[in-house]
């Protein structure tokens, strides 16, 4: 078990560009959570992957926001034009899948997104 | 709307003593409730999850419970440490729809 690994850890960039950030799950683990987190708040929860499929993804903040998990392996979220807004750390997470959607989540350290 | 409040931003405890937490929902009726510890500038860490059938869940100085009727969890922990000063968020968990509180910082003085 070497743990949810998200690279980079730091991202800055400039308002308008596009940003995307990877997720390499628990090598064992079906399902797999992107969250935004603000200063002073708890993780806010984006979309859901079980294996490939993307089984949630009303709550991505904007059509701006999109993430894929092409192979049930790592996952990508990806931000489209970005806005001073989206400044924030994006977290990912990890569960097993065996014994229902109950599961502990396994989170990375997440990725600090500044825009200038 | 649903709501989760954790019952206050921060809390200061000397060593050794208990320390207490509070995590109240409205609008939901989670299965599961869970308790996370997070670090600054660390993803938060699992501790202890509770079902909605069960009152009280235990774990080495932490200890859970989960009042469906009031919408109540507490979470505490004793004999507390320099090392449990942290911010210490509850989940609410029904399905694949997991929502945060916003987490209150522990800071346990020697």
């Known amino acids: 078990d070497t743990g949810v690994s998200q690279d980079p850890r730091h991202k800055i960039t400039k308002r308008g560009q596009n940003v995307t950030f990877r997720c390499d799950p628990i090598s064992e683990h079906n399902r797999l959570y992107w969250y935004r987190q603000t200063l002073g708040q708890g993780p806010e929860f984006l979309t859901y992957f079980q294996n490939e499929a993307q089984l949630e993804k009303s709550r991505l903040l904007s059509d701006r926001f999109s993430a894929e998990r092409p192979k049930g392996s790592f996952s990508t979220l990806e931000i489209q034009r970005t806005e001073q807004g989206d400044s924030a750390m994006y977290l990912c997470?990890?569960?097993?899948?065996?014994?229902?959607?109950?599961?502990?989540?396994?989170f990375g350290d997440g990725t600090r997104l500044s825009i200038l | 709307s649903q709501k989760i409040e954790q019952n206050s931003e921060a809390l200061n405890i000397q060593e050794g003593k208990t320390a207490t937490l509070t995590c109240n929902y409205t609008n939901y009726s989670p299965a599961y409730l869970q308790w996370y510890r997070q670090d600054p500038g660390r993803g938060p860490v699992f501790l202890l999850l509770?079902?909605?059938?069960?009152k009280e869940k235990r774990k080495e100085r932490l200890k859970v419970t989960f009042d469906t009727t009031l919408k109540q969890s507490l979470f505490h922990i004793t004999a507390s440490q320099p090392a449990d000063s942290a911010t210490y968020l509850c989940?609410?968990?029904?399905?694949?729809?997991?929502?945060f509180g916003a987490g209150t910082r522990l800071t346990v003085k020697p």
């Open positions: 989940a609410l968990n029904n399905n694949n729809d997991m929502r």
């Open positions: 509770i079902r909605e059938n069960e």
């Open positions: 997470a990890s569960a097993t899948g065996a014994g229902g959607s109950n599961q502990p989540q396994h």
